[in-house]
Structure formats: C-alpha cells, structure tokens
C-alpha cells in the first residue's frame, strides 16, 4: 500500500533514504540531494508517501507541487528489495497523485 508518511517516520524514511543512494557516493564523491533532505519537514508538509507491505517500508516517493510544475523530487526503494518493481509502483503513484491534482506531466 501507498499511503502518506507521518511525523514519527521521519527517521525510518531518511535510513531508507540513506541506504538506497548509499552506492552513489564513490560515484559521484560526495552525499546525493536526497540523503541531505529534511524528512520531518517534507513529512510535516504532507509530501512524503511510503511504500508500506505489512507494516515494513519498502519505497520512499517524495511529490511537490511547484508554482508551475508537480515536481517528482524523489524516489527510493530499500537496496534488498529493489528489481522488484517497487519503484515502478512507485513512479505510477506519482502519475495517477499528479493527474488528481490536474497536472499533465511530471517534473524531476
């Protein structure tokens, strides 16, 4: 199930957060945007969305809507349970999350 984030998973959500994009950081040298956001905050302001299979969060969706666009600002899924077609769930939620709130496309 794809449901909202609530305040006491801010840290759940940030230790997938870390986990997922913790192979970048040899690539690119440094910490990826994603594992420096405030997840309190984007929890607080009602744009964190989890990915919840029996009580244990697989996947991380984080929407905003801009001034001018629906912005798809991130995605994650648990290292151990990636190739499994959780980020795809993930990414048709935010399609069908934009279209109800009347946007067209995706911004990333």
């Known amino acids: 199930m794809i449901r909202q984030a ?3 998973e801010a ?6 957060v870390l986990a997922a994009y913790q192979r ?16 309190a905050t984007r929890i607080a302001r009602d744009r964190a969305w989890m990915l919840d299979e029996a009580g ?7 929407l905003q809507d ?3 666009a ?5 995605i994650a899924v648990r290292p151990d349970r990636q190739r ?3 980020g ?6 935010a399609e069908a999350e934009a279209g109800r709130r009347g946007w067209e496309t995706i911004t990333r």
């Open 6 to 8: 609530v305040a006491g």
């Open 11 to 16: 840290v759940a959500v940030r230790d997938l």
């Open 24 to 39: 970048h950081i040899p690539v690119i040298g440094g910490s990826p945007g994603p594992m420096l956001d405030d997840f």
């Open 56 to 62: 244990e969060i697989e996947g991380v969706l984080v």
């Open 66 to 68: 801009l001034a001018d």
């Open 70 to 74: 629906f912005l798809l600002d991130n």
């Open 84 to 86: 499994l077609g959780h």
């Open 88 to 93: 795809r769930r993930l990414l048709d939620f």
